[in-house]
């Protein structure tokens, strides 16, 4: 039963473009999300986080939307560069210092 | 940020032997966690590493199999026993700090 889920294994994008990744929840009880992207032969790099009583963050190029009643949240990257082309995680978690369930990633490549 | 630094980077076992994966922090975290990234899969938790008391192990991971140590606020071990050919992945550390989760550079593990 996947609480966090990434439906889209993939994505391709051109250069300069908008890139959306999507995430769903199923557990309400969520309260704080994350976004990691990560490089082959690395671990996960922290992007940006959200917490539930917000419905956007921004740095820089990212942008996080939280739709709480949809239980979904996207995560904009724009412009796009080539340097973007990894796999990104969603993540969650509950209140306190609970560990972080993650979805399947989804795989971006930007194309110059 | 935390920085986290993990040993070995990678290592090449024969099936039957055991492994142990060191992991140093530069900040005192209360909570550690280990997670496994098997080939094309989401990150896993293994089990959360508590200073002073046993480690939390999640369904379908065995103290047995994935003994933990956590001596201290800034290091822990994890050894993977009686090595297979399925436990082949990249094993991770993480610890949360400051409402966020940051990531090892991971260990990469392939077991023949």
């Known amino acids: 039963d996947q609480q966090v889920k990434q439906n889209s294994p993939s994505l391709s994008v051109q250069e300069g473009r908008i890139s959306i990744l999507n995430c769903d929840y199923t557990?309400?009880?969520?309260?704080?999300f994350l976004w990691y992207k990560k490089y082959p032969a690395e671990g996960p790099t922290f992007l940006i986080s959200?917490?539930?009583?917000?419905d956007k963050n921004e740095d820089g190029r990212f942008t996080v939307f939280l739709n709480k009643s949809a239980k979904h949240l996207s995560l904009h990257i724009v412009p796009s560069q080539p340097g973007d082309s990894a796999v990104y995680f969603c993540?969650?978690?509950?209140?306190?210092?609970?560990?972080?369930?993650f979805g399947k990633g989804t795989r971006l490549s930007v194309i110059a | 940020s935390a920085v986290i630094s993990q040993k070995p980077s990678r290592d090449i076992c024969q099936r039957g032997t055991s492994l142990t994966i060191q992991c140093q922090v530069d900040?005192?975290?209360?909570?550690m966690f280990w997670y496994r990234q098997q080939p094309g899969q989401s990150l896993t938790l293994i089990a959360t590493?508590?200073?002073?008391?046993?480690?939390?192990?999640e369904s379908g991971f065995v103290i047995d199999k994935f003994p933990i140590s956590r001596p201290n606020l800034t290091f822990s071990t994890l050894t993977v026993s009686n090595m297979s050919p399925e436990d082949s992945s990249i094993y991770l550390c993480?610890?949360?700090?400051?409402?966020?989760?940051?990531f090892g550079p991971g260990t990469r593990l392939l077991v023949l």
């Open positions: 993480s610890v949360s700090y400051l409402e966020t989760q940051y």
């Open positions: 557990n309400s009880m969520f309260d704080y």
């Open positions: 959200i917490s539930s009583i917000k």
């Open positions: 993540a969650a978690k509950g209140l306190g210092n609970t560990p972080l369930v």
């Open positions: 900040s005192q975290v209360t909570m």
């Open positions: 590493a508590n200073q002073g008391s046993e480690a939390t192990y």
